[in-house]
C-alpha cells in the first residue's frame, strides 16, 4: 500500500490534515523526527479532529530508521527541485511518498537517497504548494493508478 513520509514536519495543522487525509485513504504516515511541534498543541488535535486516532502513524526517530524500515520500497521525493511532473509518472503499490518540511523541503542529503523526484507542475513565478494540498495531490494520483481506491 501507499505511504507517507513527512521529513521533520514543522507545521502542526499540516501534518495534522495529512493524518486526516491518510485516514480516509487507508494510507501509512511515517514522520521522521524531529518535528517542529509537539503532538499536544492545539491546533495539531483542531486540525486533526478526530480522526488522529484513525490515522496509522509510525514515528520515526530520524531518517536513517526511516530509511531502514522501508528497506525494498522506493522512495519518491516530491520537491520543487524535480523534473518529472508525478502525473507523467508510474507509481507502484509500495510506494513511499516523500514530503519536506513546510519551511526548508529535504536537505541535499535526504534528495539524494530518494529514487525519484517529483514535481507538481505549477505556474512560472510560483514558489510552492501547501505540502498538505500537495500530500493529497500526489497520494490520489498514487492510489488511482495502482487501484488503492475502495
Known sequence: MIEIALYQPDIAPDTATILRLAACLGVKVRIIEPAGFLWSQAGFRRAGM????????????????????????????????AATAYTGFKFAEDDVLMFGRESAGVPAAAAKRADHRLVIPMRAGLRSLNVAVAAAMGVGEALRQTGGFG
Open 50 to 81: 478526530d480522526y488522529l486516532d484513525q490515522a496509522d502513524v509510525v514515528r520515526e526517530a530520524d531518517f536513517s530508521h526511516f530509511l531502514d524500515h522501508i528497506a525494498g520500497q522506493r522512495l519518491i521525493l516530491f520537491t520543487t527541485r
